[in-house]
Antibody
Framework: EVQLVESGGGLVQPGGSLRLSCAAS????????MAWVRQAPGKGLEWVSV???????YYPDSVRGRFTISRDISKNTLYLQMNSLRAEDTAIYYC????????????????WGQGTLVTVSS | EIVLTQSPATLSLSPGERATLSCRAS??????LAWYQQKPGQAPRLLIY???NRATGIPARFSGSGSGTDFTLTINSLEPEDFAVYYC???????????FGQGTRLEI
């Protein structure tokens, strides 16, 4: 069974850092395209980062330069390093496995982890 | 950047009725559109991918249609567990980007 389990969320002060983890089972994170998606309280879904199977990483303007997505092949785990955190980064963070094929990736996301809550507040 | 606009924002229906949810893209996304269902306190669940393909385990009452810029999610004969928030999603090839619609809340 393909499964994702996030951890590492918590309360952090503005300007602080946090690293989220996403442990995968049933597949190899290094062979797939993976993403982080967040959801602020009561709001919709927002893409945060993606990592391609070849290692390329991409971010929206809202987090570029502050967030870094990475993976550990030996632990089959995806990470999100978040620096210079702001109040507006407060959200539930989900990791998700991307679907598609060589013609086009990121066409859908399945499965998703259960999410981990990050609260940025003094 | 491609913008996805979902309508209506809220849809009020009764069990047994048919729900029709719309997602419009600001430019063509071919048929690369996905639909998700999210219930309170849960992660999103993939329903439909590539506009019209049901994901594994999704009941046949859920169907997707459309191409280009206009897409529809139809739920036939609503069940009590179908009342949730629904999101559409697309991706841009270059630069790589993912966008979601703002969601449609389906309420009893």
């Amino acid at each position: 069974e393909v499964q994702l389990v996030e951890s590492g969320g918590g309360l952090v002060q503005p300007g602080g850092s946090l690293r989220l983890s996403c442990a995968a089972s049933g597949f190899t994170v290094s062979s797939d395209y993976m993403a982080w998606v967040r959801q602020a309280p009561g709001k919709g879904l927002e893409w945060v980062s993606v990592i391609y199977s070849g290692g390329g990483t991409y971010y929206p303007d809202s987090v570029r330069g502050r967030f870094t997505i990475s993976r550990d092949i030996s632990k089959n785990t995806l990470y999100l390093q978040m620096n210079s955190l702001r109040a507006e980064d407060t959200a539930i963070y989900y990791c998700a496995k991307a679907g598609g094929d060589s013609s086009s990736w990121l066409r859908w996301f399945d499965p998703w982890g259960q999410g981990t809550l990050v609260t940025v507040s003094s | 950047e491609i913008v996805l606009t979902q309508s209506p924002a809220t849809l009020s229906l009764s069990p047994g009725e048919r729900a029709t949810l719309s997602c419009r893209a600001s430019q063509s996304v071919n048929n690369y559109l996905a639909w998700y269902q999210q219930k309170p306190g849960q992660a999103p669940r993939l329903l439909i991918y590539d506009a019209s393909n049901r994901a594994t385990g999704i009941p046949a009452r859920f169907s997707g249609s459309g191409s280009g810029t206009d897409f529809t999610l139809t739920i036939n004969s609503l069940e009590p567990e179908d009342f949730a928030v629904y999101y559409c999603q697309q991706r841009s090839n270059w630069p790589p980007a993912i966008t979601f619609g703002q969601g449609t809340r389906l309420e009893i």
